[in-house]
């Protein structure tokens, strides 16, 4: 089946620091991703939607200067975090939306934790 | 817009007893539905969705689903736990396929021996 593959799946950062986190679609192609943030025992909140070869669209209140995406191919997106503080600390996810033959599925990678020191 | 509710954040379970999960939603187009599951430190993997077609859907590890339009519900269930059931739950909409999802709170399931 469709596989997407996040990386790191661990990161830890200064506070301060940018972090960069992959996500790529392993065996198709996929036009769409989707950024999710995912706070302890709570449910997974939709960051932004990333197009490749256009500009994300951003949910409200999340600030896109301070989580930029990039979607340059096919099969990668990449969730920068800037100046990172400790409040970022968070599980990521991502998913990639595949069309054609299986019909417009949404698969997830496995996540990347972030800690902010 | 659309949302999701899970009722019952936890639930706990004897193993071989039945699982019922349970999920609404609100959509203002016909909805697209999913449920995730999730075990500890990892991505989402999707256990069916509900697109068109038959309201009775079947998935892995012996869940199903049934999409109740009147009752705008999307309930989860499987007839007999087993300890690897043990996960979190979640219940998710989308206006369309391959579209981004609105997800429920989540449910937790505990299998007890």
């Known amino acids: 089946g469709a596989v997407v593959s996040q990386h790191p799946s661990r990161v830890i950062c200064k506070s301060g620091t940018s972090v960069k986190i992959e996500c790529r679609s392993l065996d198709f192609q996929a036009t769409t991703m989707f950024w999710y943030r995912q706070f302890p025992k709570q449910s997974l909140m939709l960051m932004a939607t990333s197009n490749e070869g256009s500009k994300a669209t951003y949910e409200q209140g999340v600030e896109k200067d301070k989580f930029l995406i990039n979607h340059a191919s096919l099969t990668l997106s990449t969730l920068t975090v800037t100046s990172a503080h400790p409040e970022d600390s968070s599980f990521y996810i991502c998913?990639?939306?595949?069309?054609?033959?299986?019909?417009?599925?949404?698969?997830f990678g496995e996540g990347s934790w972030l800690t902010v020191v | 817009a659309q949302s999701v509710t899970q009722l019952g954040s936890h639930v706990s379970v004897s193993e071989g007893a039945l699982v019922l999960l349970r999920c609404n939603y609100s959509s203002s187009v016909p909805p697209y539905l999913f449920w995730y599951v999730q075990y500890p430190n990892q991505g989402l993997q999707l256990l069916l969705k509900y697109t068109t077609g038959a309201t009775l859907v079947k998935g892995i590890n012996g869940f199903e689903a049934e999409f109740k339009k009147s009752e705008t519900s999307f309930h989860l269930t499987k007839p007999s736990a087993h300890m690897s059931d043990a996960a979190e739950y979640f219940c998710?909409?989308?206006?369309?396929?391959?579209?981004?999802?609105?997800f429920g709170g989540g449910t937790r399931v505990l299998v007890k021996p």
């Open positions: 998710a909409v989308s206006g369309a396929a391959g579209n981004k999802l609105t």
């Open positions: 998913s990639a939306s595949s069309g054609g033959y299986s019909g417009n599925t949404i698969y």
